[in-house]
């Protein structure tokens, strides 16, 4: 089983920028897929970025393409969003999620065993 937990959430002005990290516990964070999902009020969970296992492949949705990056680093357990030229549709509580054997790249949520409990961004206009 693993454990995830989002921090780095928060208020920001259209046009600015956050860093979201996703702290893993548990099992070996490397053998492990992630992924990063939103959830904006009254809306379906949506996908946002994946990562493989070593980092070298990575997707996201084409609304955040050129804004957003998705990376991790294994040696210290933990998953990151980066999150520039933000804009109020960004608006959403942000979850991460893992799935083990990550060498392909998962878009779907029922693809994911482990999630986290969110972190609220709210981008401001």
């Known amino acids: 089983q693993v454990q995830l937990v989002e921090s780095g959430g928060g208020l920001v002005q259209a046009g600015g920028s956050l860093r979201l990290s996703c702290a893993a516990s548990?099992?070996?964070?490397?053998?492990?897929?992630m992924g990063w999902f939103r959830q904006a009020p009254g809306k379906e969970r949506e996908f946002v970025a994946v990562i493989n296992w070593r980092g070298d492949r990575t997707a996201a949705t084409n609304s955040v393409k050129g804004r957003f990056t998705i990376s991790r680093d294994n040696a210290k357990n933990t998953l990151y969003l980066q999150m520039n030229s933000l804009k109020s549709e960004d608006t959403a509580v942000y979850y991460c999620?893992?799935?083990?054997?990550?060498?392909?790249?998962?878009?779907?949520?029922?693809?994911?065993?482990?999630w986290g409990q969110g972190t609220q961004v709210t981008v401001s206009s």
């Open positions: 548990g099992r070996t964070f490397s053998n492990y897929g």
């Open positions: 999620a893992a799935r083990p054997g990550g060498s392909n790249l998962y878009t779907a949520r029922a693809s994911y065993d482990y």
